[in-house]
Nanobody
Framework: QVELVESGGGLVQAGGSLRLSCAAS????????FGWYRQASGKQRELVAA???????EYAVSVKGRFTISRDNAKNTVYLQMNSLKPEDTAVYYCNVPSPYPMDDWGKGTLVTVSS
């Protein structure tokens, strides 16, 4: 069965950096696109970054220029490098397949808290 396990979150000061990881299993990793989503308290879940099977990327305006999504097919892992973090980046971050639609069974996510 498909399993996506997020890790790497934590508490960081504004302006700092974190690198999130999403370890995938139960699917053909190299054939799939992946996305990072986040949900802040009281807010809707939003897609912040996505990467295609070929390596093309998309970013939400709010994170463009600060976040970088990448993938390592040999490790079946997707990464989100987050730089210049802001308090408004505070959220639970999840990975999922963005197309044709995200799976209903979201993982636990990893909490990112940015302090000021």
């Amino acid at each position: 069965q498909v399993e996506l396990v997020e890790s790497g979150g934590g508490l960081v000061q504004a302006g700092g950096s974190l690198r999130l990881s999403c370890a995938a299993s139960g699917l053909t990793f190299s054939d799939r696109a992946f996305g990072w989503y986040r949900q802040a308290s009281g807010k809707q879940r939003e897609l912040v970054a996505a990467i295609s099977s070929g390596g093309s990327t998309e970013y939400a305006v709010s994170v463009k220029g600060r976040f970088t999504i990448s993938r390592d097919n040999a490790k079946n892992t997707v990464y989100l490098q987050m730089n210049s973090l802001k308090p408004e980046d505070t959220a639970v971050y999840y990975c999922n397949v963005p197309s044709p639609y995200p799976m209903d069974d979201w993982g636990k996510g990893t909490l990112v808290t940015v302090s000021s």
